[in-house]
């Protein structure tokens, strides 16, 4: 099972630069999460997606753009990186349904990136 | 608006014995899940344990046993016999049903925990 694959691992950016983290899960959720986790920190909300096309900001969307095309991938664009986004940033998934709020969140294993 | 706190940035406890790491939280919701993920220092999220607001038991995961009180809106994870394996950060975290966010997880700040042979 391969559940949620982020990529890249690790990534050093420069100030300005643009990239796309990819994840992908083989569940069949229909939700689906970007996260980022600051040093010592718990984790932030940016963006989330509740099925193809649709997609909402979490608490910190700010700088961060996203898409939804099928149920099994959910990029996250980082245009003009900033220092303040170096972080590790992880996606996760989850069941859909009336009772989707038991589940719990899959996630991948995070990508560390780092902008100077 | 939902908040989870834990007050513990860390903790350390004897190998074999038993340690709580605690949780409040604040909701409105009438519904909602509690949920407990493991960060080892590899970095990756393990879920660990949920308890759902209208469970009348507290979840207990094998070794992992969440003491729920709803009234005072605590949410303590229990981890018994602690092993050196179990050093790694703890985060609680909690999705309602109906404050906008059943589809959102919002996560506390964490604990530390470091098992001392």
């Known amino acids: 099972n391969a559940g949620v694959t982020q990529t890249p691992k690790f990534r050093i950016l420069k100030i300005g630069q643009s990239m796309t983290l990819q994840c992908t899960q083989d569940m069949n959720h229909n939700y689906m999460y970007w996260y980022r986790q600051d040093p010592g920190m718990g984790l932030k909300l940016i963006y989330y997606s509740v099925g193809a096309g649709i997609t909402d900001k979490g608490e910190v969307p700010n700088g961060y753009n996203v898409s939804r095309s099928t149920t099994e991938d959910f990029p996250l664009r980082l245009e003009l990186a900033a220092p303040s986004q170096t972080s590790v940033y992880f996606c996760a998934s989850s069941q859909t349904g009336a009772s989707s709020y038991n589940s719990p969140l899959h996630f991948g294993n995070g990508t560390r990136l780092t902008v100077t | 608006a939902q908040k989870i706190t834990q007050t513990q940035p860390g903790m350390f406890v004897q190998e074999k014995e038993a340690v709580t790491l605690d949780c409040t939280y604040d909701t409105s919701d009438p519904s909602y899940g509690l949920f407990w993920y493991k960060q080892p220092s590899s970095g990756e999220m393990i879920f660990l344990i949920y308890?759902?607001?209208?469970?009348?038991q507290n979840a207990t995961e094998g070794r992992y046993s969440l003491n729920f009180q709803k009234a005072r809106k605590s949410a303590n994870l229990v981890i018994s016999a602690s092993q050196l394996g179990d050093s790694a950060m703890y985060f609680c975290a909690m999705r309602g049903l109906f404050s906008g966010g059943y589809n959102k997880l919002i996560f506390g700040a964490g604990t530390r925990l470091a098992v001392h042979p």
């Open positions: 308890q759902g607001s209208y469970d009348q």
